[in-house]
């Protein structure tokens, strides 16, 4: 699955004309090419967070995030009001901050 990801990423590197060196993109890098607002100084540290959502994520300066979900959508309607149905929200992040270990930040949150 990696060698997959890690394809996806150079293609997209390659489509928008970015430099592609051997070394492995990180997540900051990844997620800034898809959207996401990021400061300085972040250090994200086996941190999940859909590509596809990046634009509704933003990240302060001075930030490190330790094993951590970033969902910026909740899918829990769905199981009341049908299919059809998603909540979607911004994640903000502010300045010197740590979230710990299997920490989870849902929509909409500052």
């Known amino acids: 699955m990696k060698k997959i990801i890690n394809k996806v990423k150079r293609l997209v590197k390659r489509i928008l004309g970015l430099k592609i060196d051997d070394r492995e993109m990180t997540m900051v890098e990844w997620l800034r090419i898809c959207g996401a607002e990021i400061g300085?100084?972040?250090d994200l540290i086996n941190c999940n967070c859909n590509p596809?959502?990046?634009?509704?994520?933003?990240i302060g300066d001075n930030v490190t995030c330790s094993y951590?979900?970033?969902?910026?959508?909740?899918?829990s309607p769905r199981k009341f009001l049908g299919n059809n149905c998603?909540?979607?929200?911004?994640?903000?992040?502010?300045n010197n901050v740590f979230i710990g270990?299997?920490?989870v930040i849902l929509p909409n949150v500052k």
Do not use: P, W
Not at 52 to 58: E, H, S, V, W, Y
């Open 68 to 75: 951590t979900m970033f969902l910026t959508h909740d899918a």
């Open 101 to 103: 270990v299997q920490s």
């Open 52 to 58: 596809k959502d990046a634009t509704c994520l933003q």
């Open 86 to 94: 998603n909540k979607i929200g911004r994640v903000v992040i502010g």
């Open 40 to 42: 300085e100084n972040v």
